[in-house]
């Protein structure tokens, strides 16, 4: 039982750098650009912050809970978890949003108020250079078929194709 855990724990040390390598930006890490506009006054501002970082635009007042964005090698699709709450006239405060939003499509989860239009504009975070499972194409070839060195030219292996006769030989005489 011991020499198991003892094997485990070892495993454990072993890939730890490795599964930090592969993992993604921190939430605290991240950055998010929110637009916001007064739509009677026609007043816009944009506002950069993180995760769990809070701004006031109006009556307004934002909680940017986390954000997310896909990796370079998949289509891109950015959304933030937003809490939007109305400062009330009488004190107090209304929530008037709770939810995703994302910046390619600002319609599918909008914020309905008569006066201001808060959406998500970007989100910025760090990836692995490749995508998991991802493989070297030179890592997976036969040692005699590797190239000598980078920008070396190696002769292909592959069968070379018949001899097709040209569109000039063809023509009529």
């Not at 921190?26 to 809070?54: D, Y």
């Not at 933030?80 to 390619?104: C, N, T």
């Not at 989100?123 to 070297?136: K, L, S, V, W």
Request: some cysteine; charged content about 20%; glycine content about 6%.
């Amino acid at each position: 039982m011991k020499a198991s855990a003892l094997l485990f724990s070892g495993l454990v040390l072993c890939t730890a750098p490795l599964v930090a390598e592969t993992l993604p930006t921190p939430n605290a890490e991240r950055v998010v650009t929110i637009g916001a506009l007064n739509k009677r006054t026609g007043e816009t501002r944009s506002f950069i912050g993180k995760p769990g970082e809070t701004f006031d635009f109006a009556s307004l007042h934002v909680l940017v809970r986390t954000c997310e964005t896909t990796p370079p090698w998949e289509q891109k699709l950015s959304g933030a978890f937003l809490l939007i709450d109305e400062k009330l006239a009488k004190g107090g405060s209304k929530r008037v949003y709770s939810g995703w939003m994302f910046a390619e499509s600002p319609s599918l989860h909008p914020l309905e108020h008569p006066r201001y239009d808060i959406w998500v504009k970007s989100c910025a975070m760090r990836f692995p250079e490749t995508a998991p499972g991802t493989t070297d194409a030179a890592d997976s070839m036969p040692a005699k078929t590797k190239p000598a060195g980078k920008g070396a030219a190696s002769a292909s292996i592959a069968p070379k194709s018949a001899e097709v006769p040209s569109a000039v030989d063809n023509s009529p005489r």
